[in-house]
């Protein structure tokens, strides 16, 4: 099937906290929509049967809680029937939001996803409720071809988003299309968590997952391509995200990605949107196709001279390493339970410093949660201390095995290139009890190669 994503540069309030008017609200959103409009008639000129927009795309982003009312549309979550808002816009006041995307929905015969505030009022005798008696969302909707809300989704995992409630239950949302069967829908932060991404695509069985993001990119493991396709790899699903388009503020990284391969977009250089539009087969196998059971050998290392570990802070968390010297080798480094392990050859020796970490422990800034990861990184200069920094460019081409006992089925391959290009492992997978991945000959320098394993029951 043909599907599009638009990685939007929002047009933003320059006072977000600011109290407005509905009418002022509406007016700095119909900017972004205009936009929207022209990417959904683009997309459509080019075959795509699907369109994904990013988080905040609409209202954009650092609001309060009541600084954002005036820019949230009215939407039943529990709406059993079937809602068309472009053909009844009279239903229900408040959804000159929803009623402009149903109708670039319908009119250019595509199904599209985007993400906006949302509010929905309140009893003070449901225990959750806010004292300012409403719930406020941040809700991606899903529209078919027809113009007809299929699917609306309350994001769980908020990032610091104050103006925003969380709902009582993880919402499980999927909805169907003729070309592609069901799509499962999440946003941002929760592809971290097993609640509701996780538990989303095992409960359905999905092979399809639209991802709206506003994702802030860290180096060297979670930069949102690099992660996005790790994500699509585990899994062995289709992912269409489409992220903000901000470089001053670290965003950007959107993508259509199947388990095998992407078609990205990453440009801290330059400003406005970009619109891809790419052919993915439909993913109809359950069985992991991309974890052949081939890897080289798995051994536990001898007495051999091991280069001494140092630590260094990645990430905010506290690695421990050991140093990738000279043109070959075979190296260990261990923190509680866990053992990473390295075979590696470099074709030419480069005057960069690598360096194997590992990491078995509560992450607990911007977020908390549990992390068992081994990495393969290069430095951001030749001194230890630098070892964890952001890299962006590399020169050195590594043929590696990496491999590690990892305690959790959750691992996501991350495989980073030179200007923040992805490539592919050409094995991985499971043999006695380790997680492997290998490579032969990176296609251009490698800057990142990890397991990132996830221990969701230790949050």
């Known amino acids: 099937y043909v599907a599009a994503v638009y990685e939007h540069e929002s047009i933003l309030s320059p006072n977000p906290t600011a109290l407005v008017d509905r009418r002022s609200a509406l007016e700095l959103m119909g900017k972004n929509l205009d936009i929207y409009e022209q990417q959904v008639v683009a997309a459509a000129r080019q075959g795509a049967q699907i369109i994904v ?14 600084s954002i009312y ?6 039943l ?25 149903s109708c670039m929905a319908l009119k250019n015969k595509i199904f599209l996803v985007a993400n906006l505030g949302t509010k929905q009022p309140c009893e003070h005798s449901d225990p959750h409720c806010p004292p300012d008696g ?9 529209f078919d071809d027809d113009g007809t809300l299929v699917a609306t989704y309350r994001k769980h995992n908020l990032y610091f988003e104050y103006a925003f409630d969380t709902p009582a239950e993880p919402d499980y949302k999927h909805f169907d299309t003729p070309f592609a069967g069901k799509f499962g829908m999440f946003t941002c932060f929760d592809i971290l968590f097993f609640e509701p991404a996780v538990n989303l695509i095992r409960q359905y069985n999905l092979k399809q997952i639209v991802y709206p ?31 903000i388009h901000h470089p001053t503020l670290g965003m950007t990284g959107s993508g259509i990605y199947t388990p095998v391969k992407s078609f990205i977009y990453h440009n801290m250089e330059s400003y406005g949107g970009k619109l891809i539009v790419a052919e993915i087969p439909v993913i109809t196998t359950d069985h992991e196709t991309n974890l052949e059971k081939t890897p080289g050998r798995v051994s536990e290392k001898g007495n051999e001279q091991l280069p001494p570990p140092f630590y260094a ?4 968390d506290n690695f421990t390493f050991v140093p990738v010297w000279g043109e070959k080798g075979e190296l260990q480094v261990c923190v509680n339970t866990l053992c990473c392990y390295l075979n590696y050859q470099r074709a030419v020796l480069t005057d960069e410093l690598y360096a194997l970490g590992v990491f078995d422990g509560l992450h607990t800034v911007h977020g908390t949660y549990y992390v068992q990861a081994c990495a393969l990184v290069k430095c951001g200069g030749l001194s230890f201390s630098t070892c964890g920094q952001e890299v962006t460019d590399a020169t050195a081409l590594i043929d590696f095995q990496l491999w590690g006992n990892m305690s959790t089925p959750y691992i996501f391959p991350l495989l980073l290139t030179s200007g923040i290009t992805l490539d592919f492992a050409d094995h991985m997978g499971w043999k ?11 296609s251009s320098g490698l800057l990142t190669a990890a397991l990132y394993g996830r221990w969701y029951e230790k949050d």
Not at 134 to 142: D, G, I, K
Not at 219 to 241: W, Y
């Open 432 to 442: 006695n009890n380790h997680y492997f991945m290998s490579k032969n000959r990176t």
């Open 70 to 75: 005036p820019y949230l549309d009215f939407v």
């Open 313 to 316: 802070e990645m990430m905010y």
């Open 213 to 243: 993001t506003a994702w802030m990119n860290q180096l060297p493991l979670l930069s949102a391509v690099e992660f996005q396709q790790a994500f699509a790899t585990a899994f062995n699903v289709n992912i269409l995200a489409a992220n």
């Open 134 to 142: 409403r719930y406020q969302f941040n809700t991606n909707v899903a």
């Open 77 to 101: 979550h529990s709406h059993s029937g079937k809602w068309n808002p472009c053909r009844e816009p009279y239903l229900f006041n408040d959804t000159e939001v929803i009623q402009r995307l």
């Open 53 to 66: 927009f990013p988080e905040d795309g609409i209202h954009g982003f650092n609001f309060t809680r009541n």
